[in-house]
């Protein structure tokens, strides 16, 4: 029997302001996306913003139905729509930021398990490193180099897309 362990590096910011331009430009977007968050059942906004190595940022927000089970994170409705709208794009880094008029969000939110097993299928696929950013609207911020430091396990699985 051997333990194993993971040690998991992450930057820690104050604000916004100690970020650089283009970390504090996709925080921002982010933040712009929260707009579109359509979330009448928990009231809880997410906002997401997602950027390319050609510069182009695709914006997401969290959506929600009735039928609670069927609505999606803010994470995943962007992701996808870049797998959709640019599959061949190569993404840079994700920013995430989450607001409610329920109670104060004092620390960043972090992403749920099923968007970092997506972005960690996009991070496999693409062949390099997703930066992400948690952004607290009150300032503080967490940034992660590449998806796997969050889901060292990811399910994985190659044999499941070779050609029989
Ligand atoms: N949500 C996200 O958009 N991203 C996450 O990573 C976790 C949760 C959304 C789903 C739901 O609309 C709301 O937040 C409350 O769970």
């Known amino acids: 029997m051997n333990e194993q362990k993971f040690i998991i590096n992450y930057l820690q910011y104050d604000n916004?302001?100690?970020?650089?331009?283009?970390?504090?430009?996709?925080?921002?977007?982010?933040?712009?996306?929260?707009?579109?968050?359509?979330?009448?059942?928990?009231?809880?906004?997410?906002?997401?913003?997602?950027?390319l190595s050609d510069g182009e940022i695709f914006m997401g927000s969290n959506q929600e139905n009735v039928a609670y089970p069927s609505g999606l994170c803010a994470e995943r409705v962007a992701l996808y729509s870049i797998g959709a709208?640019?599959?061949?794009?190569v993404i840079r880094s994700i920013a995430i930021t989450a607001q409610t008029d329920s109670f104060e969000i004092n620390k960043p939110v972090t992403s749920c398990g099923g968007c970092l097993q997506v972005m960690?299928?996009?991070?496999?696929?693409?062949?390099s490193e997703i930066d992400i950013l948690f952004y607290c609207l009150n300032g503080e911020i967490l940034k992660v180099?590449?998806?796997?430091?969050?889901?060292?396990?990811?399910?994985?699985?190659?044999?499941?897309?070779a050609s029989f």
């Open 16 to 51: 916004i302001g100690q970020l650089d331009e283009a970390d504090r430009i996709l925080c921002q977007k982010a933040e712009l996306a929260l707009d579109t968050s359509y979330s009448p059942y928990s009231k809880f906004r997410v906002g997401t913003a997602v950027s």
């Open 85 to 89: 709208n640019r599959p061949d794009a």
């Open 120 to 127: 960690a299928e996009f991070e496999q696929r693409q062949g």
């Open 145 to 161: 180099r590449g998806v796997q430091s969050l889901l060292p396990f990811a399910f994985v699985e190659n044999r499941l897309s």
